[in-house]
């Protein structure tokens, strides 16, 4: 087991529960654990799955004076809250924002005592220890910081340093990306099981097919022609065209949603 800083969370949603389960998986602890969240039935829930942790829907105090605080909610109630809490961060907290469309500028005219401000985009396969997590800094913080930022993040998956413009994109992405998927490969195991495959057979099968889809799309060096050509039979290649327009109207939608205006 391995003791890092404290921690705080505001917000006791879906992205902390990733973080929280992701640190637990890979046997990372920290001295303390703060969350703050106004909704009782979540701090229950959490407590019930991370009884270590201490939360509160009172008091933010301890969460925002952490080595590290995730700042977890949703970009319209975002900036209020911060406002609300600044006095009460420390100025030598790293304060991670973990919402797309508010900017590293927008949070330093939030916070002007603080030098240490990261924004970020978790995805969900941190859950299972493979996240892909790209980060920013903003130009001020401190390397050492920064540096202890990435190694225990390193323990949950990738978390690759980008630059901030494309936050928005890797939330697109990365972020959102399991969702665009999901449904289709649960479709996809319901059927292998109605062909007669086991529950495990299918689990495997399909999980080998992605892997050996993506390596042979991405790093195979044949062009898509090529790669597509492997394989000569294609049961849904009439649906195809109606596939990459849901794809393009909704992901372009989304985008401009969210980018920083």
């Known amino acids: 087991m391995e003791s890092l800083k404290t921690v705080g969370f505001i917000g006791g949603g879906r992205i902390t529960r990733i973080l929280l389960q992701g640190f637990k998986n890979a046997n990372v602890t920290f001295d303390k654990v703060w969350v703050y969240e106004p909704n009782e039935a979540v ?154 495959l086991s529950e495990q057979d299918a689990k495997e099968t399909i999980s080998a097919m992605l892997w050996g889809t993506t390596e042979t799309l991405f790093n195979s060096e044949l062009s898509f022609e090529a790669v597509t050509d492997l394989v000569p039979v294609k049961p849904m290649a009439d649906h195809e065209n109606a596939i990459k327009e849901i794809y393009q109207t909704c992901l372009n939608g989304i985008f401009q949603k969210i980018k920083p205006q």
Not at 55 to 62: E, G, I, K, R, V
Not at 67 to 82: Q, R
Not at 100 to 118: C, E, G, S, V
Not at 166 to 174: M, N
Request: charged share 15%; net charge neutral.
């Open 43 to 196: 701090v229950t829930n959490l407590k019930t799955l991370h009884p270590h942790i201490e939360a509160s829907t009172l008091d933010a105090q301890y969460a925002a004076s952490a080595d590290v605080m995730f700042v977890a909610l949703h970009p319209p109630v975002l900036t209020e809250n911060l406002r609300n809490m600044a006095s009460l961060i420390s100025p030598n907290t790293l304060v991670v924002s973990l919402a797309p469309k508010i900017t590293i500028a927008t949070l330093q005219t939030i916070l002007p005592q603080n030098a240490n401000i990261a924004r970020m985009n978790p995805n969900a396969g941190t859950w299972v220890n493979r996240g892909y997590n790209p980060v920013c800094f903003a130009a001020g913080t401190d390397e050492k910081i920064s540096t202890e930022f990435l190694r225990l993040f390193g323990k949950l998956g990738k978390v690759p340093v980008v630059d901030e413009h494309k936050i928005e994109a890797y939330a697109v992405i990365s972020a959102m990306g399991h969702t665009y998927f999901w449904f289709q490969l649960q479709q996809m195991k319901e059927l292998a099981l109605s062909f007669g």
